[in-house]
């Protein structure tokens, strides 16, 4: 009950934010549809503790589906302008975007910036599916759609990614981590 409520409380955040008076949820409190711009949005909180984000960005195009097969598999090889969110094809559904992240970091600030980014990356990814990858082209921009890991999804668009804690370099002279004395490279 407790992931049902949380849900819940960001799911009014976010109806507040985008000016809606309430978002519907299903009678057992773990999903809602969404329409928004083009894409009817699934979310739902899962028994895991997890919010699932959910859309079929385009149906499986008749020509030039190897291009938008390979145009798919190396973004999610590569994280190439998916925020993070993972795409994926099959003749029933179509080509689908899904994202998921723990409902323990999400609040009512970063759930309006997790869906925006989420339909961001669908509509990036729909006119690719529609417009086709040709040989001089890879994957196409996203405009300012960051390539990374699932936690660019809470950053907002003209917010930088905290910068990761690099190695130090290796000293000049290496130390015996166990005696602490110089040693001496060899070749």
Sequence with gaps: ME??????????????????????ISEDGSESLLTIDDFEVSLNCLDTGSFLIFTTIAPMPEKGR????????????????????????REDTGVTLQGIAPLAILDRDNITTFVENFV??????????????????????????PDGIMGTTLLKPDQESPTLLQPEPAAEDPEDVLTGEKVEETS
């Design 120 to 145: 961001n990356v669908a509509e990036h990814w729909q006119r690719f599916c529609r417009e086709g990858r040709t040989e001089e082209t890879a994957v196409p921009d996203a405009g300012g759609i």
């Design 3 to 24: 992931n049902e409520n949380t849900f819940k409380y960001l799911l009014d955040g976010l109806a507040m934010a985008v000016g809606l008076s309430k978002i519907n």
């Design 66 to 89: 190897e291009q938008i097969m390979a145009g798919l598999l190396e973004a999610n090889t590569f994280l190439t302008k998916t925020h993070g969110f993972t795409l994926a094809a």
